[in-house]
């Protein structure tokens, strides 16, 4: 019978239990010694193990009812010999012999060996791997005496000896860059100018000589540049090559030295696969021009720039960019053009050597209209009492 049990284990070492065996040379040697009755064991590599066998315990005793003669002496030894911690490798071994047919809970896996370099029967030994029955470096031999590494459950969700599925994977990669399309592109764009005296179009209204769109790719790698060198065009035509993709834009116009003063946002664009011509709507800039002016009082009462020491008027308009005209103080007429958008006012009256004398914050901010020009608001000077 003993001799039966070290052909069970020489048989498991042969056949293995994953679907793809792989006895390299650096496997041969497992069971070798399965007659002694110490062993030195092997090295116990793997992280896949057994972890609870009750289930298998059962199944296995359940097979060994319908087994005869040595078949039935090979079962009891077993049984006696492995404290049950084997039953898994008694149903492998009886299924070769034509019984227990019907598949064991956890056993499978997708390349699984059993054997190692070293492993010997003798102390009972480890069916190691990295999440399969047996696995790349799985040893039977080892001093445990536990079939299986110190973490791994056999079976788990999938049935696999291993993890939750038994199966070694990598990470999901990720794919390569998004595919080209070449593109007609067109866009376009208009400029009015409100005034207290009526309304002016054109670029040259706004002292505008080019335009720019930039777009950037929505969720992902990938942008457009266009430049026009001529804003009077009040179009631009290009072929493109670009990634496929929506794309949200920018459209800016600039002055002679290349600084942009305005922008307009507009609804994001698809660029489709293949061949297309893409054109954007209209772009509508609207600006307003007027002049700002202002007043110096103390305690109520009127006072001059020269009664005050005042020089300078500083005022500020703020939005997405700060726009900053500074005028003499005896000429309260600073001109701002600023487009359609709400701005913070605030103004400061300075003194000699830009010494800070008063200064004033709009309560409101002030609305850019798109249809007819509304006057800037007066800026008050409060000087301290004396």
Request: net charge negative; charged share 10%.
């Amino acid at each position: 019978m003993l001799s039966a049990l070290a052909l069970l284990m020489a048989t498991l070492i042969v056949s293995g239990c994953g679907g793809n065996d792989h006895d390299g040379a650096e496997h041969s040697n497992g069971g070798a010694n399965a007659a002694s009755s110490a062993g030195t064991g092997g090295t116990g590599n793997g992280s896949g193990g057994l972890g609870d066998t009750s289930d298998t315990c059962a199944q296995f005793a359940a097979c060994c009812e319908a087994a005869t003669g040595d078949l039935k002496s090979t079962c009891d030894l077993t049984l006696d010999l492995m404290n049950g911690v084997n039953c898994l490798a008694g149903i492998v071994y009886l299924q070769s012999q034509g019984l227990c047919t019907e598949p064991s809970a956890g056993h499978g896996g997708s390349s699984g060996n059993m054997g190692g370099a070293s492993g010997n029967m003798g102390g009972a030994g480890n069916m190691g791997g990295a999440g399969n029955m047996g696995g790349a470096s799985g040893n039977m031999g080892g001093a445990s005496g536990n079939v299986g590494g110190a973490s791994g459950n056999v079976g788990g969700a999938s049935g696999n000896v291993g993890g939750a599925s038994g199966n070694v994977g990598g990470s999901a990669g990720k794919g390569g860059p998004p595919a080209q399309a070449h593109f007609d592109f067109d866009f376009s764009w208009s400029v009015r100018l409100l005034t207290l005296d009526g309304e002016q179009t054109g670029c040259e209204s706004v002292s505008a000589t080019s335009s720019t769109l930039t777009a950037n790719r929505m969720g992902g790698q990938g942008s457009l540049y266009v430049h026009s060198d001529s804003c009077g065009a009040m179009s631009h035509h290009s072929e493109i090559d670009a990634s496929e993709g929506s794309y949200d834009y920018v459209i800016r116009l600039e002055s002679s030295g290349g600084s942009s003063f305005a922008k307009t946002t507009g609804a994001p664009f698809v660029i489709p696969p293949g061949t297309s011509t893409i054109t954007l709507p209209p772009a509508e800039f609207v600006f307003q021009r007027g002049p700002v002016t202002w007043a110096i009082q103390r305690a109520g009462s009127p006072v001059t720039c020269a009664d005050a020491g005042a020089v300078t008027v500083e005022v500020t308009a703020t939005s997405y960019q700060v726009m900053r005209h500074t005028g003499a103080c005896e000429d309260p007429n600073i001109v701002f053009t600023l487009q359609n958008n709400s701005y913070g006012l605030s103004a400061r009256l300075l003194g000699m050597g830009g010494k800070e004398l008063a200064s004033w914050t709009a309560p409101n901010p002030f609305v850019v209209p798109t249809d007819v020009a509304r006057e800037f608001p007066q800026v008050s000077f409060e000087l301290p009492t004396q």
